[in-house]
């Protein structure tokens, strides 16, 4: 039965890979049982965020040393999704991820179910692809895939799905137009928000939380109430390809692990994360003692500001201020409000999140140790 | 028996004065029972926030419409205090405290204690005793003087001590050099923290919270040790005394509402503001409810990075961020926890906390009505 | 004959009306000759800029003040046009523009030209008005009843509009929805450059620089290669109608003041800035020295970054900064070079240049004191 | 004979080597000459400027590729100068320092100067040498050898002297005091500009600009009369001695291209640039024409808001501005007056000036092709 393991480690710079070396050093994790890096940098997410590709360029080398590989074959192997920007108190830090295989039956978790992660790759889009039908129903397709890596036989037993999906860039664009064909949108910008909205649909398609007859090419960044629940979808330069990441809990794993997941429906929802909590068994009531923080491996959550400009009701500035970006404003405050939860500021809170959970919200996914 | 009357109303930008005037009309509150305005404007906070400013203006030629008087005449009689930074999801409001006459022995509270309210001003500052002992020494007296008007007899009954106090620029500088006296500093920027600093300095003396003995200049601005509870220190440019709010529950004072305070240890120090919220009979566990919320009048919290740039042992990075003052990032992150306790983001969380609460942290008061 | 004066005072800060007040004191202008303001503030010149407001408060409340009426009238009859953002070196000054009448034929200008001034309101526009073709009419019909006020019978004669000009807000879009009416944009944001750029395309045809059968609702914001070489356009929040102040060299004008102006085809375009200079008499080689500085009262450009991304060929960076908006670095860039034109700081730039010059440049103009 | 050759390449992102991939591809340069990189990078120039190290591990893994060593070894033969901050119209590039040896007198140069290239090597430095005159003397000695490598026997004839310093950390100042040794600040920001400071003072000293006797310690950071009118300093977390590359013109060196140099004595200083190309035989007045302006190989600059707020008497913003750091102003406003002159944007001007020009101002040096 394989074990999924997840391991937290601070930063001291998006280039800091001495926790990662740590981990391989102790025997903790090998190389090659790694299958995903989710990074926290301290850059603003958002265009010119370049903590990204320097934590990426840093892992790259560091793992294929560790491998005996070229660093440029170390993405076709190993996820590494990097999340800009930790306003607030947010701490930069990695989640390791990784599959370990162990004998059947010998797991702690043998007749229940425990954690599992399944990754898996669209093909390469079009640049007229992106942020369309096509890249929602590629999405779905390779999510399913991934929950069948994974043994995910439910999608009720699916909690969070990650996705690193591809932006349109002038040279893209002309390309498209050099055959004819014409893109989503001619702003680059914008493409990411599409990018990431065709990819949320298509999670949302695949878990069932969205009917496919309600979808089609223009509802992707329009209609705010077709949303999934468990996607959380971050676009990249680098990439020309969905890559899936599936969390959830399956038979067949083992280890101590589980991971619950609510929707927060907007960025104070303070009972979402609780009850996430609640769903692992830690105490409900208030914010968690030091020794039940600790058994919180990962909280995984997703902000952005509300198109209306309110909070229940209540006036937000984020969207008039022109000196910080909104999507700052609000990791910010989901990072306040989780930190509140939890007790502990190393958590992964991401930005943009377009048909991920209502306007305003998004989902939040709580990765824990249960104890016997 | 007076009560002390206190209003919460949103604005839509800093020089919204719809929402007080909207008050005065309705009769709720009669412009001469007004004895201060807090504010959260969405400037930055920093040097260049006009947004302070721009709401003083507005708000002192609305109330010297409403009374009667020069608009230059306000500042004297009523302690207007406005503090920029909404960031993170805080919502610009403005918080107007009143205290309204009535015959002895009538009010709810008659048997009890009730929130009093008492304000004093210090004699205005040569510059040369800015940021130094003599400015602690004339705040503690009228601190002193502000809890008489108030009617609190006991320190124990003061929960939260508001102060606006001046800050040194060249042309102040030079005027006292001219005499032949040196200042506390030749950088006005940090003239503010020193200014605060002396400032809470003085309210912890006043309260009992640090010895005279412990005190002397040398140590204001350096032993962050050394701190008030219930100080909320800013300063601003506009005057050169200390104006003092004293808030508490005293006897002989009638009404509904209570104040309560805590020291947050930290910026995610989620318990403390639970502890505020139990002490006045809030439910304890969680988010408070709709209804709960709505009786939480106010809440006044001061944020500050703490200075080894660690929450509970994780970096942040607030101290390393060039792009975002750190002030605006400890806002932000106060303002999520405490969000998080109230469920609303009308807050009054404020920067700056020199000598205010412990390195990172800071005192953490709320106002409520009680009910029977 | 009219004489048109123009004082340049620098502020201390947003609300410092110090140096008007210095002027009226000393006779040098009489405040009831002021026709126009300009001021450059030092907010960030985007949506959450209030120094605009506080600039305008103040000055509203002194030049109220002087000529004993509300400070809620002088907006009708003084154009106060605040302009946010002095990046760079760029110092924070107000122009004041005011008409001396004088005896017929005794100017020093009697027999040429001198600088003259004129300005006109449109009536209020519809929401759904705003930036579309309803605006541009109405807009080059108020230019000449402007021109006509001014005396400038020649459009080639006019050198630089200044529009004032109305944007929507959601209440104003909600209010057109009512009677059944969509408006050209639900972007308030966008709403600003449309309104710009309406107000922009109005001035060209009227200065016969675009032809009207070029025009419909279709090419404003859209089609960048029609502008007017004189157009300066500023949105703002607290009118409905356009306010136009044409500045030209007419005859019957008196007085040793003379304006010239260029198009500027990208931010460093130093030689227009030289050529407008010449144009009025100035040594041309080089910075001016400070004598010829000093004898230019006002330089007036637009600034706004390249769509290409490119400079001459080389990138820029405007576009891609989420930390600093790119129309401040816009303003910085061209503050920097006409400062090395003019060896001063105090020069009027502003951002946001719709249908003002060529994408990624805009006009310049400068007023000189000429020397007999 | 030596010949120093310039290649100036644009890049797309931080990381982009292609500029200098190409530049080998086509023979022009071979990675074995190459002994300095100077990058201008799109950060924000200050402590969490993260495109610094982006752009340092990418060329070292390109130049550790092309010679075929580690890419940690780099660092030892080719001094790598990142420089963060494009504002205004500034465009990111590299300037490819090479050292080509020739047969002797062949060069087109054999009987004047020509542009020489040196770089030398401070010891490490112990935390407690930083910002003293330890740091002054040891960047004396070196400034010496690498004048001596290039064969720059007179003072005169060195133009540009650019200096790598390293700054204490936390840690640093931890171990000087474990050995009983206190450093010359605790606050890690500011020891960056007393390095900058003190290796200023070490060019100056080095090329009799300051006499010995005025400098000791405490005049480090604090007499900004002591100046070099041709340092240029930046410091970095990545070293703990002093790169020194000496740039001048020299005999016995051949080639085409020569550097001048002036002082900028303010930011609008554009009769210096001025100065500098006619030192070189430009066309003296306005901005260059595009073929002289392909002639200028490489402008250098430092720049930096003047102390006491003013630039000739008019007042800046820089110093007061919380939303954007002073020196990422001083770097637009140098980049539009330096654009001015030049008429490109891909110039290295560089912020953070102790010691290096006089307050507000700093030294510029221009390489350019002499034309026979």
Same mark, same amino acid.
């Given at each position: 039965?394989?074990?999924?393991?997840?391991?937290?480690?601070?930063?001291? *710079?998006?280039?800091?890979?001495?926790? @990662?070396?740590?981990?391989?050093?102790?025997?903790?994790?090998?190389?090659?049982?790694?299958?995903?890096?989710?990074?926290?940098?301290? &850059?603003?997410?958002?265009?010119?965020?370049?903590?990204?590709? $320097?934590?990426?360029? +840093?892992?790259?080398? +560091?793992?294929?040393?560790?491998?005996?590989?070229?660093?440029?074959? #170390?993405?076709?192997?190993?996820? $590494?999704?990097?999340?800009?920007?930790?306003? &607030?108190?947010?701490?930069?830090? @990695?989640?390791?991820?990784?599959?370990?295989?162990?004998?059947?039956?010998? &797991?702690?978790?043998?007749?229940?179910?425990?954690?599992?992660?399944?990754?898996?790759?669209?093909?390469?889009?079009?640049?007229?692809?992106?942020?369309?039908?096509?890249?929602?129903?590629?999405?779905?397709?390779?999510?399913?895939?991934?929950?069948? #890596?994974? &043994? $995910?036989?439910?999608?009720?037993?699916? *909690?969070?799905?990650?996705?690193?999906?591809?932006?349109?860039?002038?040279?893209?664009?002309?390309?498209?137009?050099?055959?004819?064909?014409?893109?989503?949108? *001619?702003?680059?910008?914008?493409?990411?928000?599409?990018?990431?909205?065709?990819?949320?649909?298509?999670?949302? $398609?695949?878990?069932?939380?969205?009917?496919?007859?309600?979808?089609?090419?223009?509802?992707?960044?329009?209609?705010?109430?077709?949303?999934?629940?468990?996607?959380?979808?971050?676009?990249?330069?680098?990439?020309?390809?969905?890559?899936?990441?599936?969390?959830?809990?399956?038979?067949?794993?083992?280890?101590?692990?589980?991971?619950?997941?609510? /929707?927060?429906?907007?960025? #104070?929802?303070?009972?979402?994360?609780?009850?996430?909590?609640?769903?692992?068994?830690?105490?409900?009531?208030?914010?968690?003692?030091?020794?039940?923080?600790?058994?919180?491996? +990962?909280?995984?959550?997703?902000?952005?500001?509300?198109?209306?400009?309110?909070?229940?009701?209540?006036?937000?500035?984020?969207?008039?201020?022109?000196? #910080?970006?909104?999507?700052? =404003?609000?990791?910010?405050?989901?990072?306040? /409000?989780?930190?509140?939860?939890?007790?502990?500021?190393? @958590?992964?809170?991401?930005?943009?999140?377009? =048909?991920?959970?209502?306007?305003?919200?998004?989902?939040?996914?709580?990765?824990?140790?249960?104890?016997?």
């Amino acid at each position: 039965m394989p074990e999924c393991l997840v391991f937290r480690v601070p930063t001291r *710079h998006p280039a800091d890979i001495s926790g @990662l070396d740590a981990l391989i050093e102790s025997g903790a994790v090998a190389p090659d049982e790694i299958v995903a890096v989710f990074g926290k940098t301290e &850059g603003n997410g958002c265009v010119n965020d370049f903590t990204r590709p $320097l934590a990426v360029m +840093a892992l790259e080398a +560091a793992l294929g040393a560790r491998l005996g590989v070229s660093p440029a074959t #170390i993405g076709a192997r190993v996820a $590494l999704v990097m999340s800009g920007g930790t306003e &607030g108190g947010l701490s930069p830090h @990695l989640l390791i991820l990784a599959r370990r295989e162990g004998p059947a039956g010998e &797991g702690k978790a043998a007749k229940g179910k425990a954690l599992a992660v399944g990754t898996a790759f669209t093909d390469d889009f079009l640049p007229e692809e992106i942020g369309r039908m096509a890249q929602v129903r590629a999405t779905a397709a390779a999510v399913r895939r991934a929950m069948a #890596i994974a &043994g $995910l036989a439910e999608v009720s037993d699916v *909690h969070f799905v990650q996705v690193k999906c591809p932006l349109l860039t002038s040279a893209r664009i002309q390309e498209a137009a050099a055959r004819g064909e014409g893109v989503a949108t *001619h702003d680059t910008y914008a493409s990411m928000g599409l990018s990431r909205g065709a990819s949320a649909l298509g999670i949302g $398609l695949a878990l069932g939380e969205i009917p496919e007859s309600a979808l089609d090419d223009s509802v992707i960044g329009t209609r705010t109430d077709l949303y999934s629940g468990r996607a959380s979808a971050s676009a990249g330069i680098e990439l020309m390809r969905n890559e899936i990441i599936v969390l959830g809990n399956a038979p067949g794993w083992s280890g101590p692990l589980r991971i619950a997941h609510r /929707v927060m429906r907007d960025g #104070i929802d303070f009972p979402a994360i609780q009850g996430a909590l609640a769903d692992l068994g830690f105490p409900g009531a208030g914010q968690l003692p030091p020794e039940a923080a600790e058994r919180v491996l +990962a909280l995984l959550a997703k902000a952005e500001p509300s198109g209306n400009g309110l909070i229940r009701g209540r006036r937000h500035i984020m969207n008039d201020d022109s000196d #910080i970006n909104a999507t700052r =404003h609000a990791r910010a405050l989901v990072g306040g /409000v989780a930190a509140a939860a939890i007790g502990r500021t190393d @958590l992964f809170v991401s930005g943009g999140a377009e =048909h991920q959970g209502p306007d305003g919200g998004g989902p939040v996914a709580v990765i824990g140790r249960v104890v016997a």
